[in-house]
């Protein structure tokens, strides 16, 4: 290998991983009986090759390892079959969830993260299951409904056959088949009808009981997810990208088409990996929730989401919206078109969201001789109501905040599209190779943490990014040995000490109790 060649730097930085401290099985090997279990860095390196250079399956990697010459340098000629391979990377999903975030923790050490803005944005992968193997409760009902009208129709043809052999019943033996050929095949065919019915009705139930609203007969925590128009059997991924390199800081795996109440968690973990005091959070217009916005105004995160139009219902009938009521915070009152007041009513509302209202009414006698009666109000109704949320004023900054924000929400799409479109179309990871949610984390930190890896690698060089490895290991080596002194003389202190505690705590347990 040549001095300069990408493989050593994959050799360097796993080096300076504590894989036993990220929680990576086998890695603090002792002396064991039998046959010794191959070293988590050695197949760490392999994953990290594999995922850098697109090649993902175990039985790939098992002929690589054999026959490619930066792997052999790499492993030290070491062989892993396909099983240990596929095992590591479902074993050790947690650990590589914690690879991860340590590869986060040592970009922001280097200066390479801004710090100050993020963009959230999540896209769908494909998990290991097809959408025939995920059922809904209105799909599953329909397969019932099918099943019982296939069976409904075989009984019927089994009458009919019976009738027709009560009348020719000579003619039937003569046939030489036994007097039945038909009705058998058809028998077994309601059989597995029926068979396949009461599975489905299984299905049914087992999700009613759940609350659940799918059902994925393959990956237990696969979904059928939908966004314009175009439905994926497998997970959302959503991630946080800060602005300055791009690079992943903050991900997770959800199974929700939605991005609603994904806002304020990912915007958290991406505040807390970066260690900032205010951080400045873009997504689009499908994150904007007021709960959402409140959580990352009380957890000093200004977000930038765009407000929705709406359906224009109101617009549409000719009659006026909320927008064109205007509200006086020193009066608390809005004040409609025709400039009169609307005043708040006593009590307090919960609305279809959940959310704490309080609710504005106009005059009844003020609404009954108005000109704008008709552009203001139902038919039926006496007077104008407007609900507004006990927070409001959270949202009325941000829609203040969102009147400047032109500039940043242009930025955003290229800020967090690109880590997506790296990974999907220059690597080709559109899905998922395991099944479950813990085991999809795990893959998609790996996949995150190769894209991390290699842009910074793209950024840095590879001379400047193997010599910053190299320090950070000899920081930690001079930290351990200044520490070394301080530990030992904690321990021989503390031994004598807790020794002294156990036996007064012993001598006073043996002794009898007083009497009252």
Not at 207 to 221: C, F, N, V
Request: with cysteine; net charge positive; aromatic share 8%.
């Amino acid at each position: 290998m040549g001095p300069d060649n990408p493989v050593r730097a994959i050799e360097s930085f796993v080096c300076a991983l504590d894989l036993a401290k990220l929680g990576f099985r086998h890695a603090d090997r002792g002396v064991e009986v039998g046959q010794p279990p191959y070293d988590p860095a050695d197949l760490l390196k392999l994953y990290l090759y594999g995922y850098i250079n697109q090649v993902r399956s175990s039985r790939r990697l098992e002929r690589e390892a054999g026959r490619n010459l930066e792997l052999i340098w790499l492993l030290k000629s070491l062989r892993p079959g396909y099983r240990t391979i596929a095992n590591f990377r479902k074993e050790n999903w947690k650990a590589l969830k914690a690879a991860n975030r340590s590869f986060v923790l040592l970009v922001r050490e280097l200066g390479l993260v801004g710090g100050t803005i993020v963009a959230i944005d999540g896209s769908f992968f494909h998990g290991d299951a097809s959408k025939a193997s995920i059922f809904t409760r209105k799909r599953l009902a329909e397969q019932i409904v099918g099943l019982d009208r296939e069976i409904e129709a075989y009984g019927k043809s089994l009458e009919d056959n019976d009738a027709a052999e009560a009348k020719e019943p000579r003619k039937d033996r003569a046939a030489g088949d036994g007097g039945g050929g038909d009705s058998g095949d058809i028998g077994t065919k309601v059989a597995t009808l029926m068979a396949k019915r009461s599975r489905a009705q299984a299905d049914l139930a087992r999700l009613e009981e759940s609350g659940e609203t799918q059902l994925s007969l393959t990956d237990p925590d696969a979904r059928l997810l939908v966004k314009n128009g175009q439905g994926v059997a497998g997970y959302n991924v959503q991630t946080a990208v800060d602005d300055k390199h791009k690079l992943i800081i903050a991900s997770e795996v959800v199974n929700d088409s939605s991005d609603v109440g994904q806002l304020h968690a990912m915007a958290r973990t991406a505040k807390d990996a970066l260690e900032a005091e205010a951080l400045q959070a873009l997504a689009d217009e499908g994150y904007y929730s007021s709960l959402e916005l409140k959580a990352c105004e009380d957890d000093g995160i200004v977000a930038y989401v765009p407000v929705p139009e709406g359906n224009g219902q109101l617009e549409k009938k000719g009659r006026f919206s909320l927008k064109n009521f205007r509200y006086d915070a020193t009066a608390d009152a809005y004040t409609c078109p025709a400039g009169e007041l609307l005043r708040p009513m006593e009590g307090r509302w919960k609305n279809t969201s959940g959310r704490t209202e309080i609710r504005y009414a106009s005059s009844t006698k003020t609404c009954r001789t108005c000109l704008l009666r008709a552009r203001c109000l139902s038919p039926k109704a006496s007077r104008r109501t407007i609900g507004r949320w006990e927070h409001e004023d959270v949202l009325d900054r941000h829609r203040a905040r969102m009147q400047g924000a032109g500039e940043l929400m242009r930025r955003r799409s290229g800020i967090v599209e690109h880590p997506f479109g790296t990974i999907k179309c220059r690597a080709g990871y559109r899905h998922f190779l395991v099944r479950g949610f813990n085991k999809v984390r795990g893959e998609w930190s790996l996949m995150a943490l190769c894209y991390n890896f290699t842009r910074v690698l793209n950024i840095l060089g590879f001379e400047e990014f193997v010599a910053q490895i190299a320090a950070k290991v000899q920081a930690l080596a001079v930290l351990e040995c200044a520490l070394e002194p301080l530990l030992r003389c904690i321990q021989r202190v503390m031994v004598p000490f807790w020794t002294h505690i156990t036996l007064q705590f012993k001598i006073r347990w043996l002794l009898p109790t007083p009497a009252a």
